[in-house]
């Protein structure tokens, strides 16, 4: 129903600030929470918030509030991702996610292929 593709990704010194953008496609959308969701090597998943048709993002974990922030642009059926003052701890493959329901344990539905974010020290 829906497909999710996903960039932005590189490498970016600590400090530095990336956008990652992610195009959703599909039926509805505007029925769907669209956000970002991370995986480490070697670590768990760890999702960073999501957002619906209006209002902000939720969900933020410690790991990244006040740090990173999800918007939407509706007309371009776009969902963002804007880091500011990364850390090489941010290192991680950077899913774009979507789902019916809001949830912070990474029950969603619909997965992007993941873009590689990089952050050195």
């Known amino acids: 129903q829906v497909q999710l593709v996903e960039s932005g990704g590189g490498l970016v010194q600590a400090g530095g600030s990336l956008r990652l953008s992610c195009a959703a496609s599909?039926?509805?959308?505007?029925?769907?929470?669209l956000g970002w969701s991370r995986q480490a090597p070697g670590k768990e998943r760890e999702f960073l918030g999501v957002?619906?048709?209006?209002?902000?993002?939720?969900g933020y974990p410690d790991s990244v509030l006040g740090r990173f922030t999800v918007s939407r642009d509706n007309g371009r059926e776009t969902v963002y991702l804007q880091m500011n003052s990364l850390k090489p701890e941010d290192t991680a493959v950077y899913y774009c996610?979507?789902?019916?329901?809001?949830?912070?344990?990474?029950?969603?539905?619909?997965w992007g292929q993941g873009t590689q974010v990089t952050v050195s020290s």
């Open positions: 996610i979507a789902g019916l329901t809001f949830s912070r344990s990474n029950d969603y539905e619909f």
């Open positions: 599909g039926r509805d959308l505007r029925t769907y929470w």
């Open positions: 957002i619906g048709w209006s209002g902000p993002g939720i």
